[in-house]
């Protein structure tokens, strides 16, 4: 009779510890690695490569230090590939919404898509935007913006063969035009006004009325050339 009285209140507790531990699904590489490569971008978005620490990635998905080691080799693997993913995620936005034949339409779609991006990714723009010690030349926002200015190059080189100008000139145009949406972009980031419709109509309306006016051997009228 005594065993069965003091049995009787450690039957809820095991049933608790039962139902607590059916209610955690074990989850599988491909889940964990996931998980920890979108706490690590929430992270590095928020704090940088440097204020981050594998301790805090770890003490986030509620797994040991060796866990995200065995993932990704250190805190460097786990960036390389949150940022290899954000770089390919945006120059795939961006390759995709260009599919007007018109170049000023083709402004716009650049310029809506990364705008969107910033929007709606915004944790992955700032991871791409930051300094980092272990960016290269083909893994950063850097990459991304020479990529499409090699796209926009193409289109502005026809457009100014067609009107008689230096077609060779359009690789500067190119990265000039792409270079004003993109520091447009960080700017709109943090102060987030006016809408996006209206920030990419005033950059289509600086951009394409002065290509449309563009002379054919501009100078300088602060020095005269020689």
Known sequence: MADDTASAPEAPRAAARTAKGASRVRMSAAQRREQLIVIGRQLFAERGFDGTSIEEVAARAKVS???VYEHFGGKEGLYAVVVDREVRSLLDRITTALTAGHPRELLEQAALALLEYIEEETHGFRVLTRESPLLSASGNFSSVLN???HQVEHILGDEFESRGYDPK????????????VALVGRWWLEVRRPRKETVAAHLVNLSWNGLSNLDATPTLITRPSR
């Not at 000139?169 to 004003?180: F, R």
Request: no cysteine; charged share 15%; aromatic share 6%.
């Open 147 to 149: 990529d499409v200015a």
């Open 169 to 180: 000139l359009a690789e500067l145009y190119s990265q000039a035009l792409v270079g004003m």
């Open 65 to 67: 230090k060796p866990v």
